[in-house]
């Protein structure tokens, strides 16, 4: 088993650091503003004329922190610098200056003014990474600046945030997944308890709200009062972010010392078994609560997690975890990364596994670096006989 993977690890890191960061390297940034591109199309170029959602320049920033601090890439702190600079100068809020904006448009002036708690989730993982990765002192005062930020003006009922400033039809689970994501990172960056103390706080919500347990699944849509949605209403269960909540738990458990099994093993294997096509072992989008296809397109990213899980489950005993996590692999190659551009991937098939949209997202360019690390981290450790996930998450 721990060859396989080891083959399929190999091949990752070496698409991810020959491949996809250069190309992204090359073609992905705005070298008159230092901004990040939305998107490149199915020739690997920018698109230059499509909105870019701000949260694709945080998500890039801990990418280019991430891939400097293995030494995957040069020159990343320069770049994210640039991409400090572009967000200060056109994606501050106008009336919250802690906050950003939510969408600017092509000529980098703001077309959708809300402050999004997602968008902050993944501003709070780039500070983690820039201080663990270049050491930015500055950052960790941003990070304390924006949770400030969050509890004045967007702290929910009954705990947790609203989805942002603005009138939503309900509340998510998945903001949230994002900063439990964010707050581990600040607390491996600073180890300071305070972190993990928030991370608990979201640990909580999953518990109580979040986590079916009649079912073992989790749901992703609630009224304001955290009572979910029925699937009259809207209710869907998502396998990738199924499985997303497994590799959080995981870690957070290892910091924390929860005990999380009864919750992650449901939450594998009903996504497995609810969520996976047959014949591919493709991830359907999402599913109702008893387990019936959903929406039959199946994105990049859920893959990612799934190898991402299996690696946590694989740690915990599974004895066919691992093949799991390089079949996950080997179907990205299949399905996802392209043939004639290196590096470049596709988003989305539908229900027939063709191409919906030739557009490769700057924003699944985090997910494939994630998995990329933790299996490379994985592999290294079991090589070693050592703790097979290393402590730190994404390393």
């Given at each position: 088993?721990?060859?396989?993977?080891?083959l399929?690890?190999?091949?990752l890191?070496e698409?991810?650091?020959r491949s996809a960061l250069?190309?992204w390297?090359?073609?992905g940034?705005?070298?008159?503003t230092g901004?990040a591109?939305e998107?490149l199309n199915?020739?690997?170029?920018?698109?230059?004329g499509c909105?870019?959602?701000?949260?694709?320049?945080?998500?890039?920033?801990?990418?280019?922190?991430?891939a400097?601090?293995?030494?995957?890439?040069?020159g990343?702190?320069q770049r994210?610098?640039?991409?400090?600079?572009?967000v200060?100068?056109?994606a501050?809020?106008?009336?919250a200056?802690?906050?950003y904006?939510?969408?600017?448009?092509?000529?980098?002036?703001?077309v959708?003014a809300?402050?999004?708690?997602?968008?902050?989730?993944?501003f709070?993982?780039?500070c983690a990474?820039?201080?663990?990765?270049?050491g930015?002192a500055?950052?960790?005062?941003?990070?304390e600046?924006?949770?400030?930020?969050?509890?004045?003006h967007?702290k929910?009922p009954q705990g947790?945030?609203?989805?942002?400033?603005?009138?939503?039809?309900?509340?998510?689970?998945?903001p949230h997944?994002h900063?439990?994501?964010a707050f581990l990172?600040?607390?491996?960056?600073t180890?300071?308890g305070?972190w993990?103390a928030?991370?608990?706080?979201i640990?909580?919500?999953?518990?109580?709200?979040?986590?079916?347990?009649?079912?073992?699944?989790?749901?992703e849509y609630?009224h304001?009062?955290?009572?979910?949605l029925?699937?009259?209403?809207g209710q869907?269960?998502?396998?990738?972010h199924m499985?997303?909540?497994?590799?959080?738990?995981y870690?957070?458990?290892?910091?924390?010392g929860a005990p999380?099994?009864?919750y992650t093993?449901?939450?594998?294997d009903n996504?497995?078994?609810m969520?996976?096509?047959?014949?591919?072992g493709?991830l359907?989008d999402?599913v109702?609560t008893?387990g019936q296809p959903?929406?039959t397109?199946?994105r990049?990213?859920p893959?990612?997690?799934?190898?991402?899980?299996?690696?946590?489950?694989?740690?915990e005993?599974?004895?066919?975890?691992?093949?799991?996590?390089?079949?996950?692999?080997?179907?990205?190659?299949?399905?996802?990364f392209?043939?004639?551009?290196?590096?470049?991937?596709i988003?989305?098939?539908?229900?027939?596994?063709?191409?919906?949209?030739?557009?490769?997202p700057?924003?699944?360019l985090?997910h494939?670096l994630?998995a990329?690390?933790?299996?490379?981290d994985?592999?290294?450790?079991?090589?070693?006989?050592s703790?097979?996930?290393?402590e730190?998450?994404?390393g």
């Amino acid at each position: 088993m721990l060859e396989e993977l080891s083959l399929w690890s190999d091949r990752l890191q070496e698409w991810m650091t020959r491949s996809a960061l250069p190309l992204w390297l090359d073609n992905g940034f705005d070298t008159a503003t230092g901004s990040a591109y939305e998107q490149l199309n199915e020739f690997g170029r920018a698109d230059t004329g499509c909105d870019r959602r701000v949260r694709v320049q945080a998500r890039q920033m801990f990418v280019l922190a991430c891939a400097s601090l293995r030494g995957w890439i040069d020159g990343g702190e320069q770049r994210v610098a640039q991409l400090e600079q572009y967000v200060a100068r056109y994606a501050r809020h106008p009336s919250a200056p802690e906050g950003y904006v939510h969408i600017l448009d092509s000529r980098n002036e703001i077309v959708d003014a809300r402050q999004d708690v997602y968008d902050i989730a993944f501003f709070l993982l780039a500070c983690a990474w820039r201080f663990r990765a270049f050491g930015q002192a500055a950052a960790l005062r941003e990070a304390e600046h924006l949770i400030q930020h969050l509890d004045t003006h967007i702290k929910g009922p009954q705990g947790g945030w609203l989805e942002g400033d603005y009138d939503a039809p309900c509340r998510r689970q998945n903001p949230h997944m994002h900063l439990l994501e964010a707050f581990l990172a600040l607390y491996d960056a600073t180890r300071s308890g305070r972190w993990l103390a928030r991370a608990g706080e979201i640990f909580t919500l999953f518990e109580n709200c979040f986590y079916d347990s009649r079912r073992g699944v989790l749901l992703e849509y609630f009224h304001r009062d955290w009572t979910p949605l029925t699937e009259a209403e809207g209710q869907a269960v998502e396998p990738g972010h199924m499985l997303e909540w497994v590799w959080l738990l995981y870690h957070y458990s290892r910091r924390s010392g929860a005990p999380v099994a009864r919750y992650t093993r449901p939450l594998y294997d009903n996504a497995l078994a609810m969520g996976r096509e047959a014949h591919t072992g493709l991830l359907f989008d999402a599913v109702t609560t008893g387990g019936q296809p959903l929406k039959t397109s199946k994105r990049c990213w859920p893959l990612t997690e799934l190898v991402k899980a299996s690696l946590c489950r694989a740690a915990e005993g599974d004895p066919l975890a691992e093949q799991r996590a390089a079949r996950a692999i080997e179907t990205l190659f299949e399905y996802y990364f392209s043939d004639e551009v290196p590096g470049l991937y596709i988003d989305q098939l539908d229900a027939g596994n063709r191409v919906i949209r030739g557009m490769a997202p700057a924003s699944t360019l985090y997910h494939l670096l994630l998995a990329t690390t933790e299996v490379v981290d994985y592999t290294a450790a079991r090589r070693l006989k050592s703790p097979a996930v290393p402590e730190a998450l994404s390393g």
